[in-house]
């Protein structure tokens, strides 16, 4: 017990040496501190992003939920469904019926312009044309402000993201859809899911302002349960008279969320990778400096019998202690300057916008103070090895 | 010349034995010391002369484990340490060596009895066993009431006298100084060897000093002269 008892005694005590004289190198160790916070501010900022979406995503699922879109569409944009259709999707198996109705809402789904409000420039704003059962399935629907729309009337009601987001989407302005007028009427929440970046109308009075017909794009329905999804699913497949695909709702969203997530989380990567050399390169220096103005006294004490080991150790400790200091500098900035702010995002996968709140997760931030503890590590290591492998003799003759 | 056989002095406590040192720099081999043998008895005061660059530092460091010989070997209280690992080495600097240097060499952020107390962390001494160690060794220097004193607030003296205290608290089979008066003046370089001189006759410290001052010198028990590598009783003309 003694030799290791006495490894680390030699680590503590050095430690405290390295520790104490901080103050002497206050410029060089902020300059490392700082940097590694942006590094990891930036980092779990951009990753934020994807968190923000994918949660969005997941908010706007509900496991009973079920999405039927054309066979072969990859979203609501490039599907069509007849009539027929929806008729023959609603009368599936394991569907949830209320008072004898199918709780099945086909819904229209067209792209308008609206002018955002950060940059003035236009963006594409989902309009969503929704029949009744629509408020049953969509169970997280809520009218926050003003009123819902009158059926059969050009009325609209306007999701609070989308609100936040575009300009002239306030209760009471008016915008024009297909050269007519539709007033807004109220503002609604989502439970923060996806439908808070849309419009919604009353599908009928969409279909003919779109010349549609009587055609749907998607039917949303609601399952008797989750487990009923493989049977309702193998029915509208086999079904000789439709050419349709079924999807839980979670994995549809996951799906449309699933470009813009990597694409998000590849670049938040890289650009913490690469800033991440700049601080590993900040730290480099900073613990350099370190060793070199304290050459001497670490000679002093290898020439008193101290260890190369828990020199090596002690300067990768004090390097790791300022980088988790900077981690966690970073990691709180992160949260103050980014949680929950709200923002919008071209999606992908149905090119409209997509609101979202950055979404720092407690996750997120201990990845962020792991990524710090690395970039200290990697920083450390090449001068804690130099100042262990310092001819004692010549650097007890530093100045 | 070597001084073993001349000085007829018996073989003691260090043994250097056909010691070369080549230091390299760039493609250029540097010949410090060669083939030098030495033996120190026990008890001695030795100084070693020298001009600048003669290689007398160069032999302190060998002789404390602080450096190793191109060739050649030594050995201190019948251990050969030309041989023995890094680890060992530094394990065995611990135990036996005392280093007093010319600049001091405390740590700065640390009080004068902290200061002394370095070395004993490498022992397995409680802490209180190491802090009263400590202010006995800075008793002895005649330092007791400077013990919270950090170095900045010390004169040249009274920081070297820590590094005496330092050297001394744990009985080290040798000292060892490298200019232990080259930064001070005449009057604390004074204190400073007497000091020296009463560790070597009251407590029978052997001892090693390298110096350029005459005077320091004729402290010691015995002085040896070191010019290109060649060690001798008289300096070289």
Known sequence: ?399 | MNETVEDGAVSGLVAVRGVDKVFKRGSEEIHVLGGLDLDIPEGEFLALMGPSGSGKSTLLNLIGGLDRPSQGTIEVADERIDNLSNRKLAAWRARHIGLVFQFYNLMPVLSARRNVELPLLLTHLSRSERRKRAEIALDIVGLSHRMSHFPRTLSGGEQQRVGIARAIVTDPTLLLCDEPTGDLDRTSSGEILDLLQALNREQGKTIVMVTHDMHAAERASRTLFLDKGRLSLEPSV
Request: charged residues 15%; glycine residues 10%; without cysteine.
């Open chain 1, 1 to 399: 017990m003694a030799g290791p008892f006495n490894w680390l005694a030699q680590i503590l005590s050095i430690a405290v040496f390295n520790l104490r004289t901080l103050p002497q190198r206050v410029g060089s160790s902020l300059t490392a501190i700082f940097g590694i916070a942006g590094v990891v501010a930036v980092m779990v900022g951009v990753l934020s992003i994807a968190q923000g979406i994918m949660r969005t995503m997941e908010r706007s699922a509900s496991p009973e939920n079920v999405v039927v879109l054309r066979s072969g569409a990859n979203s609501e944009m490039m599907s069509i469904l007849m009539g027929d259709d929806v008729r023959f999707v609603s009368e599936a198996p394991g569907v949830a019926r209320e008072d004898g109705d199918a709780l099945a809402s086909p819904e229209l789904y067209v792209i308008i312009d609206r002018v955002k409000k950060g940059s003035g420039t236009d963006a594409n704003v989902p309009l969503r044309g929704i029949t009744p059962p629509a408020l049953e399935v969509h169970k997280d629907f809520r009218i926050l402000e003003g009123r819902m729309f009158e059926w059969g009337l050009n009325e609209v009601v306007v999701g609070v993201g989308a609100r936040g987001e575009f300009e002239g989407l306030e209760v009471g302005d008016v915008i024009e859809v297909a050269r007519e007028n539709w007033p807004v009427v109220g503002v609604f929440d989502a439970n923060g899911g996806i439908a808070e970046a849309e419009i919604w109308v009353d599908a009928a009075v969409l279909q003919p302002a779109y010349q549609r017909g009587n055609s749907f794009q998607s039917v949303y329905a609601r399952l008797e349960s989750p487990d009923a999804f493989q049977a309702f699913k193998d029915a509208l497949t086999s079904d000789p008279r439709l050419n349709v695909k079924a999807m839980r709702e979670a994995d549809y969203y996951a799906e449309q969320s699933g470009t813009l997530y990597t694409l998000i989380t590849t670049l938040g990567t890289l650009i913490a990778v690469i800033m991440g050399l700049g601080a590993v390169f900040g730290a480099l220096n900073t613990m350099y400096t370190a060793v070199a103005s304290r050459a001497r006294e670490i000679a002093t004490l290898r020439a008193l019998g101290f260890h190369s080991g828990p020199v090596v150790v002690s300067v990768l400790l004090e390097s790791v202690l300022l980088a988790l200091l900077g981690g966690v500098i970073g990691a709180l900035l992160a949260w103050w300057a980014f949680d929950g702010f709200s923002a919008a995002t071209l999606n992908w996968s149905s090119f409209s916008q997509l609101t979202f709140a950055f979404d720092v997760s407690f996750a997120l931030l201990v990845n962020g103070i792991v990524f710090a503890l690395i970039i200290g590590l990697v920083g450390g290591l090449f001068p804690a090895l130099r100042a262990a492998r310092m001819p004692i003799a010549n650097a007890l003759r530093e100045q």
